[in-house]
């Protein structure tokens, strides 16, 4: 892109659209070392601060990724494109299949982290399951680990009074998942409620997902409902908002 003298962007914007766009071109692909902060100071004739703070544009973008002691090098990993509305259908977790299954193809999918622990309800969550003051829920924490890279924190919320028992009080819920399991209690869900939302990390979320600070995550807060607009599970989601493609596809 060429700097004209009416530009008014500041030269580390500049450059990282430079930059930008040559990935996008191809001029560099996946796992491909970028320019460096000497050989940017000396292509644009620009500061180390400001070469610095180009190559950071691209980071927080989740474009581009640091390798200590190697340089910046274009992200390799391929975005995971989340289909919301398939991956809830009863056709996917009542077969015994995960609803992941429906986003990642072939790809190797790992739970790194799980814990499963009886709670007392947070109020925000007490008050969508319409529970008691007294009342505990389950609550599952998980790590999700796509291609050896972290893309999603989820912590489950789930009333004990239903849930007390069965599977999904263990870390491995079996074939279909929670929601499968929930069918087998009498509480299949039959709808579905997700919200959206985005912010910057906090630091530990930064931490557990392998992100830079400046990259934002993508909140989804899904609600699963019974029969007779009964909810029995609050998922509450964080994402990595560069590893995500979010789509839905219905009809008009």
Known sequence: MANTDNDRRPKYQRIADSLREAIQSG???????LPG???LMAAHGVARMTARQALSVLRDEGVAEARKGAGV???????LRRRGIQRLSQEQWGSGRSIWSADIENRALEVDQVAVSEEAAP???????????EETVCVRRRRFVLDGKPVLLATSYLPTSVVAGSAITQEDTGPGGTYARLAELGCKPVHFREEIRSRMPSKEEAAQLNISAGT????ICRTAFADEGRPVE????????ASYILEYDFDA
């Open 27 to 33: 001029e560099y692909g996946p796992g491909d070392r």
């Open 37 to 39: 902060e000497n050989e």
């Open 234 to 241: 609050i998922n509450e989601m964080t994402l990595d908002a």
């Open 73 to 79: 090098f274009v992200r390799a990993f391929r975005p």
């Open 216 to 219: 934002p995550v993508i909140l």
């Open 123 to 133: 109020e925000r969550i007490s008050a969508v399951l319409d529970l008691a003051a």
